[in-house]
């Protein structure tokens, strides 16, 4: 199995822009988180989704973030318009119903908004 | 709600000497608690984990016990490599399978030659 597959790898982008990352899960699992990594705050969980629902996006730091999740194998994170504190690596992750805590991460996206 | 806090980095050693990394929660019942690694450049990996109290996990040397006198779960290697430099997460997971992870800040390990 190749993992949690995450693109691009890095994306620079100007302020205002539209940024999508993409998320590939692992096949079979049921669901799939969106987490943000930065220096300042850590790791924070922004939204997950099981069998393809939004079950929590509690996370989403405000309406210009939105996440979908079309079908089990595919899932996206849309920023627009992105400001420069939106700066952080995106990782996705995905796991089983059954696996406690067997979490698989992507390598995820370092998102640089100048 | 639930929280976990682990012992703010960076922790620097040297090669072949001994690693603690604290990390104690808060939750009530009986989460379950885990230990992942991040390798620079790359996403976490799951280290060991434990189920419940008592338990041990264990993997690549490193251990962990889950107290739930202290409600703690501290990481520890008796001889550190240079390959083991890298952040460190405590995580609990309170909803089972249902259930998503709860992570602390991470704590980065750099071990000298």
């Known amino acids: 199995d190749a993992g949690v597959i995450q693109s691009p790898r890095h994306e620079v982008t100007e302020m205002g822009q539209e940024v999508t990352l993409r998320c590939k899960p692992i096949?079979?699992?049921?669901?799939l988180f969106w987490y943000r990594q930065t220096m300042m705050r850590g790791l924070e969980l922004l939204i997950y989704?099981?069998?393809?629902?939004?079950?929590?996006d509690s996370g989403m730091p405000e309406d210009r973030f939105s996440a979908k999740m079309p079908n089990a194998s595919f899932s996206t994170l849309k920023i627009q318009p992105s400001e420069p504190r939106d700066s952080a690596v995106y990782f996705c992750?995905?796991?089983?119903?059954?696996?406690?805590?067997?979490?698989?991460f992507g390598s995820g996206t370092r998102l640089t908004v100048v | 709600g639930d929280s976990v806090t682990q012992m703010e980095g960076p922790v620097t050693l040297s090669e072949e000497a001994f690693l603690t990394i604290n990390c104690t929660y808060t939750?009530?019942?009986?989460?379950?608690l885990f230990w992942y690694v991040q390798y620079p450049g790359e996403g976490l990996q799951l280290l060991l984990k434990?189920?419940?109290?008592?338990d041990k996990g264990s993997n690549k040397g490193f251990e962990a016990t889950y107290r739930k006198e202290t409600t703690s779960f501290h990481l520890e290697k008796g001889s550190v490599q240079v390959s083991d430099s890298a952040v460190y997460f405590c995580?609990?997971?309170?909803?089972?399978?249902?259930?998503?992870?709860?992570f602390g800040k991470g704590t980065k390990l750099s071990v000298k030659p």
């Open positions: 995580a609990l997971n309170h909803g089972g399978s249902q259930g998503n992870l709860i």
């Open positions: 992750a995905s796991r089983t119903q059954g696996a406690n805590g067997g979490y698989t």
């Open positions: 939750a009530t019942g009986y989460p379950s």
């Open positions: 989704f099981n069998n393809n629902v939004p079950i929590d």
């Open positions: 434990a189920t419940k109290a008592d």
């Open positions: 096949s079979g699992h049921d669901y």
